[in-house]
T-cell receptor, first 114, second 114 residues
Framework: EPEVTQTPSHQVTQMGQEVILRCVPISNHLYFYWYRQILGQKVEFLVSFYNNEISEKSEIFDDQFSVERPDGSNFTLKIRSTKLEDSAMYFC????????????FGPGTRLTVT | AQSVTQLDSQVPVFEEAPVELRCNYSSSVSVYLFWYVQYPNQGLQLLLKYLSGSTLVKGINGFEAEFNKSQTSFHLRKPSVHISDTAEYFCAVSDNTGFQKLVFGTGTRLLVSP
C-alpha cells in the first residue's frame, strides 16, 4: 500500500541553524500539507501546497518557513533559522483531491532544537 | 474559523468494555469531520470521516461515529475495545471551502487495560 515517507525520523540542530525536512508524498496525490505537533499539544496546520504554490498558510508559517517541491516526488519544509520553540514533530500529508478527501500522513520528523 | 474540543484528555477502560470518545466542534460554515488515530511513534491514520449523508459513520477497526448537527458533536464509539486500541485519538474538522486544512482537537488518550 502506498504511503507517505519522511526523512529524517529525528533531527537535532542548534538554534539559528537551517533545517530541511523532507517528505515523499504518495505518487498520484496533488495536494500536500505540513503540520506540526509540539510535545503534549495538538496537531497544528502549517501550510498547504497545490500546483507548485502555497494555497494556504497559518500564522505559524512566518518568513522563517518555506516549502518547495523541487522535483516530481519530494516535498520539503525549510526552517531558515531555527528557534527553541520550533522543536516539535513535523508531519507531512498528501491527498488526491481537495474536497473531503482523506489526508495521508507520514510518520513524522522529530525536530529538536538545542 | 473552526475549532474542535475534546474534553477528555485520557480515557481508561478495561478490555472488552465499550468506549465513547467525545468531540464537539464549532464552525460558521458546513464542515467535514474526521477521526484519526496515532499509535506510539507513528503518524496519523484515518479511522473514519463524515462528509454528508447518513449521520452514522462506520470506520476501521470496529469504530463508528455519529454526527449530530444540533449538538455540533461527532463522538467516536466502539462496543468492545481491545488492548491494541490503546492510542491517541484526534478529532478534526475541515470546511468545505478552501484547501481543506484540518483543524485538530487536543486528542484523547485511550488506555485499555486487561
Amino acid at each position: 500500500e502506498p504511503e507517505v515517507t519522511q526523512t529524517p525520523s529525528h533531527q537535532v540542530t542548534q538554534m539559528g541553524q537551517e533545517v530541511i525536512l523532507r517528505c515523499v508524498p504518495i505518487s498520484n496525490h496533488l495536494y500536500f500539507y505540513w503540520y506540526r505537533q509540539i510535545l503534549g499539544q495538538k496537531v497544528e496546520f502549517l501550510v498547504s501546497f497545490y500546483n507548485n504554490e502555497i494555497s494556504e498558510k497559518s500564522e505559524i508559517f512566518d518568513d522563517q518557513f518555506s516549502v518547495e517541491r523541487p522535483d516530481g516526488s519530494n516535498f520539503t519544509l525549510k526552517i531558515r533559522s531555527t528557534k527553541l520553540e520550533d522543536s516539535a514533530m513535523y508531519f507531512c500529508a498528501s491527498s488526491i483531491w481537495r474536497e473531503g478527501d482523506e489526508q495521508y500522513f507520514g510518520p513524522g520528523t522529530r525536530l529538536t532544537v538545542t | 474559523a473552526q475549532s474542535v474540543t475534546q474534553l477528555d484528555s485520557q480515557v481508561p477502560v478495561f478490555e472488552e468494555a465499550p468506549v465513547e470518545l467525545r468531540c464537539n466542534y464549532s464552525s460558521s460554515v458546513s464542515v467535514y469531520l474526521f477521526w484519526y488515530v496515532q499509535y506510539p511513534n507513528q503518524g496519523l491514520q484515518l479511522l473514519l470521516k463524515y462528509l454528508s449523508g447518513s449521520t452514522l459513520v462506520k470506520g476501521i477497526n470496529g469504530f463508528e461515529a455519529e454526527f449530530n448537527k444540533s449538538q455540533t458533536s461527532f463522538h467516536l464509539r466502539k462496543p468492545s475495545v481491545h488492548i491494541s486500541d490503546t492510542a491517541e485519538y484526534f478529532c478534526a474538522v475541515s470546511d468545505n471551502t478552501g484547501f481543506q486544512k484540518l483543524v485538530f482537537g487536543t486528542g484523547t488518550r485511550l488506555l485499555v487495560s486487561p
